[in-house]
């Protein structure tokens, strides 16, 4: 259970590295979005990529459980909101697969880790 634990909080970690870095350095294309948009797109981008670091700081601590509830519920929030956005566009694969992703593993890592406190095993 720790293993999946550390495991998936490494994966986030690294997804949000990435990803917050993409969207933090983007080009930025007048004719697709305002500067408002953009701004706040690059803000977002930034804090999730910062959050990285608590994932990086969790996967080795994980008996830290304030953090690691709160990643857990920013996260599947995350998924929620996502699943609910599919009334605008069609679902695709992939779509669906950030949405398992988000939604399955977090209630799963909530679970083991209160398992793991509950037994002194954290």
Do not use: C
């Amino acid at each position: 259970m720790l293993l999946f634990i550390r495991v998936f909080l490494v994966l986030y970690g690294l997804i949000a590295a990435a990803t917050g870095f993409m969207g933090a350095t983007a080009k930025y294309n007048s004719a697709v979005t305002d500067p408002m948009t953009d701004n706040n797109h690059r803000y977002v981008a930034a804090i999730w990529m910062a959050t990285s670091l608590a994932f990086f700081y969790v996967a080795w601590n994980p008996s830290e459980t304030a953090l690691f509830r709160f990643l857990m519920v920013a996260v599947f929030i995350g998924g929620l909101v996502r699943a609910a956005a599919l009334v605008n566009y069609p679902a695709t694969p992939f779509f669906i697969f950030l949405i398992l992703i988000e939604l399955i593993p977090t209630t799963l890592m909530l679970w083991f880790q209160a398992k793991l406190l509950n037994s002194g095993s954290l």
